[in-house]
């Protein structure tokens, strides 16, 4: 692992035209590598920010881009619950990513199908991985720690061998979701977790700095070679006492 970085801004504000930088940036260093850009996505709040400073990037250019989805929630695309149906009204529908790139699941599939066919699809987009190797994964973290859809205690947690696992039982609803596992997410180049707003501030110490008890599934995002960069605002930060760097929204990283 190249090390871990905890970046904190100002506010979600200062945070969001850097994250767009990131994803920039790293997309034009893996084309030039490699020809094409692989991106993993999450839902929530981070599709709103990474779209809206996306959008404002003069002469986006995603005609290279292959996207996934770090989770899914089994719903319709047309569901205010589906993170695919999020980043298409946001972004999808507004920038040249090719339909092939857009790497979504089935969700009329029941949830076991349904994990084992995005298995397939991302077999497919990264032949010759045994567990595919994405260029950025973009994370968020929810207040009991979890990421992607991994909960604190679930048996997923141990999953070593499948590409993408159904959950049935989602503490947080809706309970059917298919989601990337540990061996995926820390085989990855670059992990990127986004965490803003003072109601993270407590867990985001015990998944930085430690707690008793099992490691929260967040803290178990190490990459075996790659990046780990936690971009944070103050207000989450707030219960920090470990050395952070500081930018702030003119800053590159």
């Known amino acids: 692992m ?8 100002p506010s979600a504000a200062e945070l969001g035209p850097v994250l767009a930088q990131l ?14 850009f692989t991106l993993g996505l999450s839902g929530g709040s981070l599709a709103s920010m990474l779209s809206k400073e996306l959008l404002a990037l003069p002469g986006l250019d995603c005609s290279k881009w292959v996207v996934g989805f ?7 695309f047309d569901d205010p619950e589906s993170t695919y149906g999020l980043y298409k009204s946001q972004l999808f529908s507004k ?12 969700p009329c599939l029941p949830v076991n199908e349904c994990a084992e066919d995005y298995t397939h699809k991302l077999k497919e987009a990264f032949p010759g991985d045994k567990f595919p190797v994405f260029d950025l994964l973009l994370l968020g973290m929810g207040p009991d720690g979890h990421t992607c859809s991994l909960f ?11 590409i993408v696992a159904p959950i049935s039982d989602s503490p947080k609803p809706p309970p059917q979701r298919v989601t990337m596992t540990f061996p995926v ?7 990127a977790f986004v965490s ?14 430690g707690r008793q008890g099992p490691a929260l599934p967040a803290a178990r995002v190490v990459p075996t070679s790659g990046e780990l960069l936690w971009l944070v605002d103050d207000p989450a ?6 050395q952070v760097e500081r930018l702030g929204s003119g800053a590159k990283l």
């Open 2 to 9: 190249a090390g871990r970085r905890v970046v904190v801004f």
């Open 23 to 36: 994803v920039t940036s790293r997309a034009d260093k893996a084309i030039i590598s490699h020809g094409r």
């Open 70 to 76: 770090c989770d899914e929630r089994l719903v319709s």
């Open 95 to 106: 920038v040249n990513i090719p339909d092939s790139g857009i790497l979504t699941i089935e």
């Open 152 to 162: 604190p205690d679930h048996p997923l947690l141990e999953e070593t061998e499948k």
């Open 185 to 191: 997410v820390n085989s990855a180049h670059c992990v």
């Open 196 to 209: 803003t707003g003072g109601s993270k501030a407590p867990i985001l110490k015990e998944v930085l700095e």
């Open 237 to 242: 930060a707030a219960s920090l006492t470990i």
